[in-house]
C-alpha cells in the first residue's frame, strides 16, 4: 500500500528537526490498576498546570519538544506517551479514546493535581474533548489545536474496520514477524526524520497504535460538544491539510462561547512554526485561564 494512501496524522514528517534537543529525563509515574508510565513535571509546582497531550503515531516529546521551555516559564506543564506510544502505558485489553482520556485523570491524581487546563493536538484533541465532556470539573480549561469533532471523513470510512483487524492479527502473529514489518514501514516513512525522531517512533506498540487509530477514526462528538461549559479555545492551524481549518473551526461553532486563536502553520507546526504556533498557545491557554477565574 502506497504512504500517501496511509492516513497519517504525524506532525513532523517532513522531518524538520535539525538537532537532537536536549531534554531532561522524565520521571517515572506509578497509576493505581494502571502500571509505570514516564512522565515531565515542569515548571513551577505553584502554578497553574497544563497537560499536553499528544498527536497519533508520534510521542508527547517529539510533539511537544518546542512547548516545553516557553510554557515551563508560566505554567507547570505536565506531559505523557499515550497508550501505545513511547513510554506510554501497555495494557493487554483494546485502546481506547476514552481510556486516555481516564488516564489523564489518573496522572493527576498520581500527582496530587485538582484541575488542569487540557492541551490537546490531533489525537490529543479527541482526548480533550472526551476529559471535557467526563470530567469537566477537573479542567480550568479546554484548548484545542489541529484536531476537529469527527476524524472519520468520507474518504476514511474504511479504515476503523481496516485497522481493528489488523490490530487483532498482531496479536496472532508472531511477535518477530510483526515488529519486522512495522520495522520495514517505519523506515520507509521515516527516511527524512532526525534519528533523534525515529527512535522515538521506534518505541511505539504496533498493535496498540492501530486500536488507537480505529477508536481515532470512530471518533464524533458533534453531538455532545454543545453540553461543554469548560472555557474553550481552539488554535487553529490555517494551512493543515491533515486537518482541514474549516473542521477546526466547526469545533467553536458546536462548543458555546469557544474562542478561535488561528495560526500560520500545517499539521507540524508544533514544530516548524514553532514560534507563531507557541504565541497562540500561549495566548489560549490564558484565555481560558482568565474565563475559569485562574488569569495570570
Not at 524538520?16 to 513535571?41: N, W
Not at 473542521?247 to 507546526?269: E, K, W
Not at 497562540?280 to 491557554?285: F, M, N, T, Y
Request: glycine fraction near 8%; charged fraction near 25%.
Amino acid at each position: 500500500m502506497r504512504d500517501r494512501e496511509l492516513p497519517s496524522f504525524l506532525p513532523m514528517s517532513d522531518g524538520r528537526i535539525a538537532d537532537a534537543p536536549e531534554l531532561a529525563p522524565p520521571g517515572e509515574l506509578h497509576l493505581p490498576r494502571r502500571g509505570s508510565l514516564m512522565v515531565r513535571d515542569e515548571g513551577d509546582k505553584s502554578a497553574p498546570a497544563v497537560v499536553l497531550l499528544h498527536g497519533w503515531t508520534v510521542t508527547a516529546d517529539l510533539n511537544f519538544f518546542l512547548q516545553y521551555g516557553p510554557l515551563a516559564e508560566r505554567y507547570r506543564v505536565i506531559s505523557f506517551d499515550h497508550r501505545g506510544h513511547g513510554h506510554g502505558l501497555r495494557p493487554i485489553r483494546p485502546v481506547r479514546i476514552v481510556d486516555l482520556a481516564d488516564d489523564v485523570v489518573a496522572v493527576a491524581d498520581a500527582l496530587g493535581i485538582n484541575r488542569v487546563v487540557a492541551v490537546g493536538y490531533s489525537l490529543g484533541g479527541a482526548v480533550a474533548q472526551v476529559l471535557a465532556r467526563r470530567n469537566g470539573e477537573r479542567l480550568h480549561g479546554l484548548v484545542l489545536t489541529a484536531t476537529m469533532p469527527r476524524f472519520r471523513a468520507s474518504d476514511l470510512r474504511i479504515w476503523p474496520g481496516i485497522m481493528s483487524g489488523l490490530a487483532a492479527g498482531t496479536r496472532l502473529a508472531p511477535r518477530r514477524v510483526v515488529d519486522r514489518v512495522f520495522g520495514n514501514m517505519l523506515e520507509k516513512r521515516t527516511a527524512d526524520l532526525h534519528p533523534w525522531g525515529v527512535e522515538q517512533l521506534s518505541r511505539n506498540h504496533p498493535r496498540m497504535l492501530l486500536e488507537t487509530g480505529a477508536s481515532l477514526f470512530n471518533f464524533d462528538s458533534k453531538s455532545w460538544l454543545p453540553t461543554i461549559t469548560t472555557p474553550t479555545s481552539i488554535v487553529v492551524t490555517n494551512d493543515d491539510r491533515k486537518v482541514p481549518p474549516r473542521a477546526q473551526r466547526q469545533l467553536a461553532d458546536l462548543i458555546p462561547d469557544a474562542m478561535l486563536h488561528p495560526v500560520d502553520g500545517g499539521h507540524d507546526a508544533s514544530v516548524a512554526s514553532a514560534a507563531t504556533f507557541n504565541r497562540g498557545l500561549l495566548e489560549a491557554i490564558d484565555s481560558v485561564l482568565a474565563r475559569a477565574g485562574n488569569g495570570r
